[in-house]
């Protein structure tokens, strides 16, 4: 089973779920994974303020807040609004069980305090209307989406004409696939001996569809962490990410699995 999801520098993709087998070989199970939040435990209704280090403060003009009501099932809704390291603001609404996931309008602010585009989800998926607006507030992009799943969307230039669809945001895509990115890794990685476990890699997809930065967050031994750079860096190049028709550069996370079949 292996398990495909993208972080696209504060994008996250739905996850696709794919099966694959080797026979002969020992079983490489891969998956890409974005970063879990912490979260902060306060009280139902409790608005808390934290500074851009996440240390409670009772200043309302501090980097950020989120606000915590406790649903039945032990789960948890959070609305949080907050600011990055490039001083955008972002306001977004969250359900937390064992991880967290979207719940609701996620939105990005200009420095003006004018909104830049704002989406709805519901349980961690696109769902509902979703929004893009030119500076100075011109509509640019709307589309609507149910489980995930583009409905309708149209596109408009900066003065309001209709003009072809494209998508908001493409994952980079690897030559004839993800399944072919899974057989290069699985194929190409040799792997010897008994030593069993789960090594993981990060590495970034460049704008040009380069493969780069590629390191070992965690490994099983010297000579398996070796191999794991040495395939990842040897991967041909992808199509990279795409936001608003520019490429971008893609962050991954990849666990490879190595087990005895």
């Avoid at 090594?199 to 460049?206: G, P, R, S």
Wanted: glycine share 8%.
């Amino acid at each position: 089973m292996c398990i495909f999801r993208i972080h696209f520098l504060g994008m996250v993709f739905k996850k696709l779920i794919l099966e694959t087998n080797y026979p002969n070989m020992k079983t490489i199970l891969l998956s890409v994974s974005t970063l879990l939040f912490t979260v902060l435990s306060v009280s139902a209704q409790q608005k808390t303020y934290v500074n851009n280090k996440g240390e409670l403060t009772g200043d309302m003009v501090s980097e950020q807040y989120q606000m915590e009501t406790r649903l039945p099932d032990s789960i948890h809704k959070i609305k949080r609004l907050y600011k990055t390291d490039g001083d955008v603001l972002i306001s977004e609404v969250s359900l937390l069980s064992e991880t967290r996931v979207p719940d609701g309008k996620t939105q990005l602010f200009n420095p003006d305090g004018s909104v830049e585009w704002f989406i709805h989800y519901r349980d961690g998926t696109r769902h509902g209307e979703s929004k893009t607006f030119w500076p100075g507030g011109r509509l640019k992009r709307e589309e609507t989406f149910s489980n995930g799943q583009l409905v309708v969307g149209k596109s408009y230039d900066e003065s309001g004409n209709e003009v072809a669809f494209f998508p908001r945001e493409k994952m980079p895509e690897y030559p004839g696939g993800i399944k072919e990115a899974y057989a290069f890794v699985a194929h190409n990685f040799h792997v010897k001996g008994t030593a069993t476990g789960s090594i993981i890699v990060t590495f970034v997809v460049e704008k040009d569809g380069t493969v780069t930065e590629v390191t070992v967050k965690k490994g099983v031994s010297r000579r398996l962490d070796k191999e794991a750079i040495r395939v990842v860096e040897s991967m041909p190049k992808w199509s990279p990410g795409m936001q608003e028709g520019k490429p971008v550069r893609a962050i991954f996370s990849l666990p490879i699995k190595i087990a005895d079949e």
